[in-house]
Every structure is written in C-alpha cells, then in structure tokens.
C-alpha cells in the first residue's frame, strides 16, 4: 500500500488555463463581471474536462463539471471539502461569522446546528399555516394589482422567513425591514466581485493603506453597517421579549431558551441574518423566473392548473396539506430551480483542507472547487434534453430523474442545486414548500400570460439576469389575470379571515 507521500509524488497536476507568470489567470477573471465568470468556467470545463485547474495570484482554484466528481469529493470526502474560501471582501464584510461564507470550524458547526433546528421539517411544519397565509395575503395583493408582482414575490419571500424566524410579518415591499436589508444585500453580493473589489484577486491591495483604496474604505463601512443593523435588531427583539410583547417565532423561543443553543452571542445574530440574506433572495428569484415559465412554457402551465383543479376543485384553494397530492407542480418547483441555477447561478466554493488525491490529480490545500451548475444540471446522462425546461423529466417513468412514489418524489433534498454535503443549503425544505405553496395558489387563482398589444400580439421578451452571485431577474412584463369571479371571491374572503402578525 503506498503511503499518501508516495502517492502524491506519482500523482499529476489536472489540466487547465495556462496563465500568466505569477498572476495566474487572474487578469482574465478580474477583468469579467460574475455571469461573464459563469461563461468563462463553462468554457474551461468544455475545453480541458471535468476537472480543470485554474490559479489566480497562486490561489489554486478548480472547477467541477461532473455531478458524480462533485458528489464524490463534497460528499464522500466531505470532511476534507467543506471549507469556504470565501473572497477576501465577503469575509472582511461579515467578519467571518457569517455561516454561509465562514471556514469550517467549530463556530460554524454550532452555526449549522442552530440553522438545521430553525428550519427543520418540524418547525417548517409548526410555522407552515403561518407561510400558507402569506401566500394567501400575497395572491389577494396580486388580485388587486396584478402588475405588482416583482414587490409582491419580494414581500412573500421576505415575509415566510420573518413570520417564522422573527415573528411579525411584512405587509409591503417598501417596508423599511425589506428595503434595508435589500440595500446591504445588494452590496454583500457585490463585495464577490473581483471587478469591484480588485482585493479578492490581487492579496497584495489587501495590505494597502485605506486612504489609497476606496474599495478597502468600502469594505469597512459595509462592515460597520452590517454589525450596527443585527445588533440593532437584536437589542429590539430583547426588549420585545422582555415586555411579554413578542409574538411566537424562533427567535423568540431562542432568546427564551438561550441555554438550549451551542452559539455564541455574535454568532446567533449572524445565523439569524444569514436564514434572512440567504433565504430571500432565491426564492424571489425562482418566483420571477417562474412566472416567466409560465408565460414561455404554456402547455406547462394548463398541467399545473389542471392537477391542482383535480385535486382541490373549485371550492377552495390549494393549501399545504395538498402538497403530496401535487407532484406536478413539485416538478415545476424543481425544473424552475434547475432552470435558473443553469443561466443564472454561480454557487458558493468549496474549498479544501488538507491535501488530497482524486484520480490520480493531487490538489493543494486551500485549493477552492467550484461545481458549475451550468453544466452539471445539464449533464447528458442525467438530463437527456437538459438545455429544455421540462418538469417531465421528474414525473414520468422513462426518464433517468424519475423516482417514486409521487406523492414523495419529486422534492429537493440532495438536489445539486441546492449544494452538497455539509454545506448543503439547510433552507432547502422551507425553500420548496414556500415555492410549491405559491404556484399551487396562483396556478389555481390566475392565468399567467405575455402582454399583448391591440392587435392581440403576444409582447414577448428575453429573460435577463442581474450580474451578481445570486441574481434576479431584471424587471419583464406579465399579464396576470383571474381565471374567473368565483376563484376570486374564494381569494378575498380568505384574505379577510387572515390572522398575520
Ligand atoms: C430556491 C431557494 C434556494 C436555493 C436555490 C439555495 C441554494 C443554496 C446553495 C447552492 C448553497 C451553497 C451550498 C454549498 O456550498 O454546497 C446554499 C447555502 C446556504 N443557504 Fe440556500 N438556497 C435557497 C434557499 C435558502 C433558504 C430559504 C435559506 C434559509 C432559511 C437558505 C440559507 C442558506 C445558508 C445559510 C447557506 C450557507 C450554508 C453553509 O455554508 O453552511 N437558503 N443555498
């Protein structure tokens, strides 16, 4: 048996980009924005393979374009490939106490635990008529105003979360809540930039005075920004609390049960920031590009109709107990993930921890592997016509996604996705049901439909994407309108019996 030594010294260093001396193939990434680094990384993995090497200013990076490479190192070997080596910007932001961008340590770890108790199935489950609510309230605004669906998916994705997490629901996308964690998102999103922040490519600007760099001055005043806004918020929950004013939610019972929890102070209000910063965003994102689907794919949207009028009728509305009933529109929840993770998704690094050797490659530790979604969730073998959005691929027997039994399957635990191993997303479940709740509402209320001019000819328009880490949509037309006065008298009454904070 030969000792790792030994292997290693047999072991070659995998293809990719030649680069320039000591800067790597940094000039190339520093001079894109993150879609064009998207296509860059789609064409290194075309051009030298599932496993390409590429290095930037001596940091090592690969890139994974094989489903099974990645399950294999993030997964099986996930205690050495679950670190983070976030960019230089992001980690000086959150001080490297944000779960999401954090090294995996023991922090992290008591991170991870609070998160998976927070949104677990069982407290999903607790809080799940609380979110069956906020679609309702949501289908009701979108009844009124149908144009009004950017703020009002804003409003849902936000408010699931804050209901659930924080206990009070948000009842506008201009709420002063949305608005300034939107601002800072916006701005924590950009700070992956190698474009904004030339220090995530270039170590030696990190040493630089901040007077000589106003990105360095930006970075501090994000930080600063950061911290004032959770402890604010903290102080405020305590208070809440105290006074016997708060209403249910984890915070609450976290604040309530502070010795049940492994977390340090500063770590819960980072955990709690990370379920609000990495928990809106997405499913924003997925409900946009939904409705855009919708409009594109209009045979989808009669079967989504169609099984949801079987199923509830045209009585009442769908609610989450008719989730096992509904695996159509679960697939559509999951091909319209896919869909958007392909165009649009870049996904968060993993990075190594020690040396390794996988086929014969030996990787350096610190080496930070980046599994590219455009081209895993389009394997061939997996996805036979993974270039189309077809929901098919999960319901029907001869394709190599499907899996029974359908009142289970489709969903989207272990879903690429969603990511691997332990830094898989742990808001995978609240995420899903948030996304199948409001399409099986909105299937069953509206019809979803291009705008058209005078002459009835469809306005159609080409999907865009924001150009950061987790972009959304740039703004698009849809016409939303009721499908009939009864669904829509169903709707309002509804609204009137709700019960939000
Ligand atoms: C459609 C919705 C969502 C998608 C597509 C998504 C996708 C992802 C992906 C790809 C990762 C990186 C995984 C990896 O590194 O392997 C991730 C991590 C994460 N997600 Fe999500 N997510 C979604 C919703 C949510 C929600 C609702 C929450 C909060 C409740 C959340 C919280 C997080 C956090 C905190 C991490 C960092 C985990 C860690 O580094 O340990 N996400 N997500």
């Known amino acids: 048996i030969l000792s790792t030594r030994q292997r290693m010294q047999g072991a070659k260093l995998p293809p990719g980009p030649k680069g320039w001396p000591f800067l790597g193939n940094a000039p190339e990434l520093a001079?894109?924005?993150?879609?064009?680094?998207?296509?860059i990384f789609k064409k290194w993995g075309q051009e030298y393979g599932a496993i390409t090497q590429f290095s930037a200013m001596g940091d090592k990076q690969v890139i994974l374009t094989d489903e099974k490479i990645a399950r294999e190192l993030f997964v099986k070997r996930g205690n050495k490939y679950s670190d983070r080596g976030a960019?230089?910007?992001?980690?000086?932001?959150?001080?490297?106490?944000?779960?999401?961008?954090?090294?995996?340590?023991?922090?992290?770890?008591?991170q991870r635990s609070m998160m998976q108790s927070a949104v677990n199935i069982t407290s999903i489950n607790k809080y799940q008529s609380l979110m069956d609510d906020e679609a309702t309230f949501t289908l009701h605004a979108l009844v009124q105003s149908p144009d009004s669906f950017h703020g009002e998916f804003l409003r849902y994705s936000y408010s699931?979360?804050?209901?659930?997490?924080?206990?009070?629901s948000v009842r506008s996308a201009s709420d002063p809540y949305i608005r300034q964690n939107e601002d800072f998102t916006a701005e924590l999103m950009n700070s992956f930039r190698p474009d904004c922040f030339p220090s995530n490519v270039f170590p030696v600007l990190r040493k630089m005075p901040m007077w000589l760099m106003p990105s360095l001055r930006t970075m501090e005043r994000l930080r600063k920004e950061y911290v004032d806004h959770m402890w604010a918020f903290r102080g405020r929950m305590e208070k809440k609390v105290k006074?016997?004013?708060?209403?249910e939610s984890i915070y609450k019972h976290f604040l309530l049960n502070r010795d049940e929890y492994s977390v340090t102070d500063e770590e819960s209000v980072h955990t709690?920031?990370?379920?609000?910063?990495g928990g809106t965003r997405s499913p924003h994102n997925n409900l946009l590009t939904f409705l855009f689907l919708m409009m594109e794919?209009?045979?989808?949207?009669?079967?989504?109709q169609k099984e949801v009028d079987d199923v509830v009728g045209k009585d009442r509305m769908p609610s989450y107990m008719d989730i096992p009933n509904l695996p159509t529109v679960r697939a559509i929840v999951k091909e319209t993930v896919?869909?958007?993770?392909?165009?649009?998704?870049?996904?968060?690094?993993?990075?190594?921890?020690?040396?390794?050797?996988?086929?014969?490659?030996?990787?350096?530790?610190g080496t930070v592997f980046n599994a590219i979604f455009a081209s895993i969730l389009?394997?061939?073998?997996?996805?036979?016509?993974?270039?189309?959005?077809?929901p098919a691929r999960w319901l029907e027997p001869s394709y190599p996604t499907y899996k029974e039994p359908l009142t289970l399957y489709p969903h989207c635990r272990n879903f690429p996705a969603f990511g691997y191993g332990r830094r898989a997303c742990p808001g995978v479940d609240f995420a899903e049901r948030t996304l199948v709740i409001m399409f099986a509402k909105l299937g069953w209320t509206m019809n979803i439909r291009w705008p058209a001019d005078e002459n009835g000819n469809e306005l159609r328009e080409t999907l865009k994407y924001e150009p950061v880490p987790a972009p959304r949509p740039l703004k698009f037309s849809c016409k939303l309108e009721a499908r009939d006065s009864e669904r829509v008298n169903i709707v309002e009454r509804a609204a009137r019996n709700l019960n939000l904070h």
């Open 87 to 110: 960019p230089h910007a992001v980690e000086y932001i959150s001080m490297k106490q944000n779960p999401g961008f954090r090294p995996k340590d023991e922090g992290w770890r008591r």
């Open 31 to 39: 001079s894109a924005n993150i879609n064009g680094i998207i296509g």
């Open 338 to 365: 896919r869909y958007r993770s392909i165009v649009a998704e870049m996904g968060i690094g993993h990075c190594l921890d020690t040396d390794d050797i996988y086929e014969d490659y030996f990787f350096e530790k």
């Open 297 to 304: 794919f209009p045979q989808w949207q009669k079967k989504l």
């Open 272 to 277: 709690f920031q990370a379920m609000i910063d």
């Open 160 to 168: 699931v979360l804050t209901t659930s997490l924080l206990g009070f």
């Open 378 to 390: 389009m394997d061939k073998e997996t996805y036979p016509d993974g270039e189309l959005f077809n």
């Open 243 to 247: 006074d016997g004013l708060a209403t």
